[in-house]
Structure formats: structure tokens, C-alpha cells
């Protein structure tokens, strides 16, 4: 009789997830976190003390890069919702949009355009884009892997920890791989630019293993 019950909950959404599968879609969200956070925490400094850009050119194009977000993310949302391709309504542009998201990753901290106005916002607007183009149906996806409320705490408590998990790995992490680097064990040296891009190539990396 369980198993009956079981099996008309599935065949209605109600699945069930074991922890592996849930560590499993959670370590999406520690990868993208990788990324993520990284730019979120290191970007500004990079650009500024290492790349060569004005604060305030920095601010500006930090706040340009949101107002693109703003009008960007609902265009995806849209996009996404309406169409099914063949590898899967959600799984394909995680699987053709990652290639270009780590490329655009990795080109923000490279620092052989040093100085260039124009070679950053092409760069960092690029990765703003591609990553609402993963993150939008990556997040979709977590509503379309069971109906039971139970199972979608548990999976979201999961995907908190392996966010927050990432999170704390950049910010303990990536001074240290920097340093490392570094010729003068500075994180915010124009002598540390390509340790910044060495470092970024190992997240890049790092989140291609945890894709895998």
C-alpha cells in the first residue's frame, strides 16, 4: 500500500531526493558562488589598485552593470519560460552558456588590457549577462525537481550551506592564493595582475571539476 501511495505521489511530482542528490544540485550553487563572489568581493579592488581604473569610473560602470541586470533579467526569465530546446528546457543553456561564462570569468582579471575603460565593460557586462543566462534556469530548476514542501526545504537548506560554503572558501581562499602569486605578496599591487589571473583561471577551474 506505501509503495502504491509512492508511486501516484511521483507520477504527480511528489518526488523524493536522496541527500546525495541533493548535495549533488547544491554543489551548483557552491560553483556559482565561486564565481560569483569572487566578483563581488575582489573585482572592485582588482580594477581599481591592479587594473589601473578611477574609482569613480569604477562606480559608474558598477552601477551601469546593474541597470543592464535590471532589464536583462526578465528578458531571460521570459525567454526561458517560453521555449523548450532538445537538451532540456533548463539543462541546455547550463550546458552551452557555461563555455562562455568561465571564458568572460577569467578575461575580467586579466590584466594585459591594463587601463582600458572599454575592455572592462565589455568583459564584466558580458559575464553579468551569461550568468542571469545560467543562474535564471538553474533556479527554475530547483521547482521542477519535486512538488513536496518537505523535500524543497531540505533542498533548499542544502543549497544554502554549499552557497555559503563557496562563499567562505573565496574569502578565506583567494587572498592567500593571490599572495602566493604574487612578487611583491600583495593582493592590490599592479605587480599582483597576473597572480590575480592565475587565481581566477584556479576558481575557473575548480568550477569546471564541481560541474563534472
Same mark, same amino acid.
Not at 548535495?23 to 551548483?28: A, C, R, Y
Not at 590584466?111 to 582600458?116: M, P
Given at each position: 500500500?506505501?509503495?502504491?501511495?509512492?508511486?501516484?505521489?511521483?507520477?504527480?511530482?511528489?518526488?523524493?531526493?536522496?541527500?546525495?542528490?541533493?548535495?549533488?544540485?547544491?554543489?551548483?550553487?557552491?560553483?556559482?558562488?565561486? %564565481?560569483?563572489?569572487?566578483?563581488?568581493?575582489?573585482?572592485? =579592488?582588482?580594477?581599481?589598485?591592479?587594473?589601473? %581604473?578611477?574609482?569613480?569610473?569604477?562606480?559608474?560602470?558598477?552601477?551601469? @552593470?546593474?541597470? $543592464?541586470?535590471? %532589464?536583462?533579467?526578465?528578458?531571460?526569465?521570459?525567454? @526561458?519560460?517560453?521555449?523548450?530546446?532538445?537538451?532540456?528546457?533548463?539543462?541546455?543553456?547550463?550546458?552551452?552558456?557555461?563555455?562562455?561564462?568561465?571564458?568572460?570569468? =577569467?578575461?575580467?582579471?586579466?590584466?594585459?588590457?591594463?587601463?582600458?575603460?572599454?575592455?572592462?565593460?565589455?568583459?564584466?557586462?558580458?559575464?553579468?549577462?551569461?550568468?542571469?543566462?545560467?543562474? $535564471?534556469?538553474?533556479?527554475?530548476?530547483?521547482?521542477?525537481?519535486?512538488?513536496?514542501?518537505?523535500?524543497?526545504?531540505?533542498?533548499?537548506?542544502?543549497?544554502?550551506?554549499?552557497?555559503?560554503?563557496?562563499?567562505?572558501? @573565496?574569502?578565506?581562499? @583567494?587572498? %592567500? $592564493?593571490?599572495?602566493?602569486?604574487?612578487?611583491?605578496?600583495?593582493?592590490?599591487?599592479?605587480?599582483?595582475?597576473?597572480?590575480?589571473?592565475?587565481?581566477?583561471?584556479?576558481? $575557473?577551474?575548480?568550477?569546471?571539476?564541481?560541474?563534472?
Amino acid at each position: 500500500m506505501q509503495a502504491k501511495t509512492r508511486s501516484v505521489n511521483e507520477s504527480k511530482g511528489f518526488y523524493k531526493l536522496s541527500q546525495i542528490q541533493r548535495i549533488g544540485f547544491g554543489s551548483g550553487d557552491l560553483a556559482q558562488n565561486l %564565481i560569483y563572489q569572487t566578483v563581488s568581493m575582489y573585482l572592485l =579592488i582588482f580594477y581599481t589598485n591592479v587594473f589601473g %581604473i578611477s574609482a569613480a569610473a569604477a562606480g559608474v560602470m558598477f552601477l551601469v @552593470v546593474r541597470i $543592464v541586470d535590471v %532589464i536583462w533579467d526578465p528578458i531571460v526569465g521570459a525567454f @526561458v519560460d517560453k521555449r523548450n530546446p532538445k537538451m532540456g528546457k533548463y539543462r541546455s543553456y547550463l550546458i552551452l552558456g557555461g563555455i562562455p561564462l568561465t571564458g568572460f570569468a =577569467i578575461l575580467c582579471f586579466c590584466n594585459g588590457f591594463s587601463g582600458s575603460l572599454v575592455y572592462a565593460y565589455v568583459t564584466y557586462v558580458g559575464l553579468s549577462m551569461l550568468y542571469t543566462l545560467i543562474n $535564471v534556469p538553474y533556479g527554475a530548476l530547483n521547482a521542477s525537481l519535486t512538488r513536496d514542501t518537505n523535500e524543497i526545504t531540505k533542498l533548499t537548506s542544502t543549497r544554502m550551506f554549499m552557497a555559503n560554503l563557496g562563499g567562505l572558501a @573565496v574569502g578565506y581562499g @583567494v587572498p %592567500i $592564493v593571490v599572495q602566493y602569486f604574487s612578487p611583491d605578496g600583495k593582493i592590490n599591487s599592479r605587480e599582483s595582475g597576473e597572480a590575480w589571473f592565475i587565481t581566477y583561471v584556479l576558481v $575557473v577551474w575548480t568550477v569546471n571539476c564541481w560541474g563534472q
